[in-house]
């Protein structure tokens, strides 16, 4: 096993440990959706060989210590923080949970519960925005490994048993398909004795699943989730072929955060529909997945993919401003892509990013967990993603930015999802590009409204069989 990241950081008084198997949800067997995140919370979640539960965390309770897992498409990282003056107490319980887990079928029966309200209950009917980004990224990934959301699907979680979880566990959780990720104040022989520990880890380095190969998007397709719901979300993206660590990625990346910037009240799109005409909460774009954007406000690490898509996520906006909305969003990301940004705009956003690129790792289990992920995309042995960043911000020009909107960006091919109700009535709408005027509650400046007959009337080449309507109930069953 040499797999290692180490992260020493003199005069941390925590040690964090961040275990990574190479291992996701685009491994889970066809049938059984869901395996692998359930394997992951019978490891982090679950009764050892050695203690309940209730028993484990009775145990670390006192000592203000916890381990859990993140179980993502193709990362599953076990990981844990604890004080050093507590780690004698804690290393044994963190290493019977990877090591010496009892799969109890009480336990399961738990997880399964909680699986299934959550793809029932939860995202159904709890969430439309998350509603709307889980159904988008499920289709654009239809027919491949990634098409399904890591928590499984309803018929898939109900047939997983014990067995299954046991086999999963033996097959990936080897000494051959872990990465140890060690940070904070420890002592040079606690990296050893990890190493030592996991050693003993049966052998076995399983066949690595293929990049995703998602099905070409011809036109604007259309999928909207029927829905009773008093507002509306609107997701909608593509595939790109573009990973951090390449030049071009940075260069889009100004240009993505100029367009919206998570959470940002400077970027582009926020300004336009919510800022000036207050249609939503916020309207953000991305380049690469981005886990429960609606609680996060910087990207959260160990979520990584060798396949990314460009996504717009418009937040839920009054039923009567929906195709206003989608009409707006699709009518600033055109002009982008058609015309660039401007040399000041270019200027701004990058010295915005050059500084906002600091908040992504303020602790030392962050900055281990983005080290987990230099490791995946080949960056471990130069210089890591954060760093590479504001480096190459500091290279990038507006021509290359601008490029690189051309050539990974497109408007005529994409998906959108969109979660509302009457569904019919908006189909009709979209398929005969009918006029979307819409009338605010308040009054609003005559440049605004002089702009928004032009965008009411905004052509979007819908046709009708592109435009298909699916109930929130059949969604997520297999």
Not at 141 to 167: A, N, Q, W
Not at 228 to 238: E, N, P, V
Not at 418 to 447: F, G, H, M, Q, R
Request: charged share 25%; aromatic share 10%.
């Amino acid at each position: 096993m040499d797999q290692v990241v180490a992260l020493p950081v003199e005069g941390d008084p925590t040690v964090c440990f961040r275990l990574w198997f190479k291992v996701g949800s685009q491994n889970d067997p066809p049938g059984k959706e869901g395996l692998a995140a359930l394997t992951a919370q019978m490891i982090t979640e679950a009764s050892t060989k050695s203690n309940s539960y209730e028993d484990v965390l009775d145990r670390l309770f006192p000592i203000a210590g916890s381990y859990a897992a993140v179980a993502s498409v193709e990362q599953t990282v076990v990981y844990g923080r604890i004080h050093k003056d507590n780690l004698d107490r804690y290393y044994p319980l963190l290493l019977q949970a990877v090591m010496a887990p009892a799969f109890k079928q009480e336990d399961l029966d738990r997880l399964k519960s909680d699986a299934l309200n959550n793809l029932e209950n939860t995202l159904r009917y709890s969430s439309d925005e998350e509603l709307g980004k889980a159904v988008l990224y499920s289709t654009i990934f239809r027919g491949t490994p990634y098409g399904h959301l890591p928590v499984g699907t309803i018929e898939g979680v109900k047939s997983i048993t014990v067995e299954d979880v046991r086999g999963f566990y033996r097959k990936y959780f080897t000494r051959d398909n872990v990465v140890i990720g060690l940070g904070g104040g420890y002592q040079g022989q606690l990296l050893d004795k990890i190493r030592a520990d996991l050693a003993a880890l049966p052998a076995g380095k399983p066949q690595p699943v293929p990049p995703p190969q998602p099905p070409k998007i011809e036109g604007l397709q259309v999928k909207i989730v029927e829905k009773d719901c008093s507002a509306t979300a609107i997701s909608m993206g593509f595939p790109i072929n573009l990973l951090r660590g390449e030049k071009d990625w940075y260069a889009l990346a100004v240009a993505n955060s100029w367009l919206g910037e998570h959470r940002s009240p400077s970027s582009h799109l926020y300004n336009v529909l919510r800022e000036i005409r207050g249609l939503n909460y916020g309207d953000y774009s991305y380049i690469e997945y981005f886990h429960d954007g609606g609680a996060l406000q910087t990207p959260p690490p160990n979520y990584a993919r060798r396949r990314q898509i460009f996504e717009i996520w418009i937040r839920p906006v009054p039923n009567a401003a929906r195709q206003f909305a989608l009409r707006g969003a699709i009518r600033e990301y055109e002009h982008l892509v058609d015309n660039g940004l401007t040399e000041s705009e270019f200027d701004l956003t990058r010295k915005f990013l050059h500084n906002y690129v600091l908040h992504y790792a303020p602790t030392t289990m962050d900055r281990l967990a983005f080290a987990l992920d230099d490791k995946f995309y080949g960056l471990e042995k130069g210089t890591g993603h954060l760093e590479l960043f504001r480096k190459m911000l500091e290279q990038v020009t507006l021509s290359e930015v601008n490029a690189a909107v051309k050539k990974y960006w497109q408007y005529k091919n994409m998906q959108i999802v969109i979660v509302t109700k009457d569904a019919e009535s908006l189909k009709k709408a979209l398929a005969t590009n009918a006029p979307s005027p819409y009338t605010y509650p308040t009054a609003k400046p005559e440049s605004v409204l002089e702009e928004d007959k032009q965008i009411s009337t905004f052509k979007l080449d819908i046709k009708p069989e592109n435009v298909s309507i699916v109930p929130v109930g059949d969604l997520f069953v297999k």
